[in-house]
């Protein structure tokens, strides 16, 4: 006759799941976002998630209360394609920009008709009397409430990776991308122009010029440079190299746009999100015949 109550073994193995693991470790459950986050670095301290778990875990739930309309592109940073410009045009843009995917507008810019992929643009140079109209793809239009959750999900569902963001007017308020979605989890997406902090803003090129950071002080560009950057206008006040030379070009600067200032030759190496990533930088003449 069997026990009714057998002996357990003490090295029976642990079939618990992580999500259970740490339901466990969080009972009784936390009343509101900001219990729960901190719950989770207290998981983190007692070894039950690692660091990147933990980060990634407090972006899903952050992200849970956030929408399209706070992570956007605005549409005066947008990069837009004309479609009645010239084939070498539209080239021209796309190298410059350096996007995979844009939004196409005809006449008004508000007017958005399709998304025109990079890619696609190969298939006119074979056949140049093919029209242009027949590569665009479907916009995708969401409203600024769109929830972040939300649009991640239709994003994998129809395999779109942009959409453009209608405001409560129906107006244009910019586009958002998966990438920009992701980020909220995962933190920022490098690229090949991406730089670890460790390296610093400011660094030596080869060829005896340098590469800045767009968020660099200028104080630190002034010091390192021995110059002195300052506004035009003494009423207007930038921090950075970026926002100080978008203001004094006069408009959102574009990849491989040049602009002299204050001794300083400057070239749009990379932007991202309508602002300057990375410019390459040498004294004056240096840079510019």
């Given amino acids: 006759m069997s026990e009714p109550h057998p002996a357990r073994h003490a090295d029976k193995e642990d079939k618990r799941t992580f999500l259970q693991k740490l339901a466990e470790f969080i009972h009784p459950g936390p009343d509101s976002t900001a219990e729960l986050i901190e719950t989770l670095v207290d998981a983190e301290d007692n070894k039950i998630i690692g660091a ?17 309309g706070d992570v956007l592109v605005p549409a005066t940073r947008m990069d837009l394609v004309d479609i ?27 007017n958005i008709i399709g998304i025109l992929l990079a890619k696609d643009l190969l298939k006119l140079q074979r056949a140049p009397e ?16 769109k929830g972040l959750n939300d649009l991640l999900r239709e994003f994998r569902g129809n395999r779109n990776h942009l959409a453009i963001v209608i405001d409560e007017f ?13 980020e909220q989890i995962v933190g920022e997406i490098e690229d090949e122009f991406d730089i670890a902090e460790d390296e610093g803003d400011i660094f030596g090129l080869a060829d005896r010029t340098y590469r800045v950071s ?15 950057l300052k506004d035009s206008d003494p009423q207007d006040h930038f921090d950075t190299i970026g926002g100080l030379i978008a203001h004094e070009m006069g408009h959102v600067p574009k990849r491989g746009e040049k602009f002299a200032l204050g001794g300083l030759d400057f070239v749009v190496l990379h932007t991202k999100g309508g602002a300057v990533k990375w410019f390459k930088v040498a004294p004056s003449s240096d840079l510019f015949p």
């Avoid at 590569?135 to 409430?145: D, I, M, N, Q, S």
């Avoid at 767009?214 to 110059?227: C, K, L």
Wanted: net charge negative; no cysteine.
């Fill in 130 to 145: 093919f029209n242009i109209r027949a590569l665009l793809r479907p916009a995708v239009f969401v409203p600024e409430t």
């Fill in 84 to 110: 009645q410009a010239p084939f070498d045009e539209l080239i021209n843009t796309i190298i410059d920009t350096a996007h995979s995917r844009f939004p196409v507008y005809d006449g008004e810019r508000e």
């Fill in 214 to 228: 767009g968020d660099t002080p200028i104080e630190r560009v002034n010091d390192a440079f021995s110059v002195t």
């Fill in 52 to 68: 990147e778990s933990r980060a990634m875990l407090e972006g899903v739930i952050r992200m849970a209360d956030m929408t399209a």
């Fill in 170 to 182: 129906g107006r244009v308020a910019g586009l958002i991308t998966i990438e920009d979605v992701l």
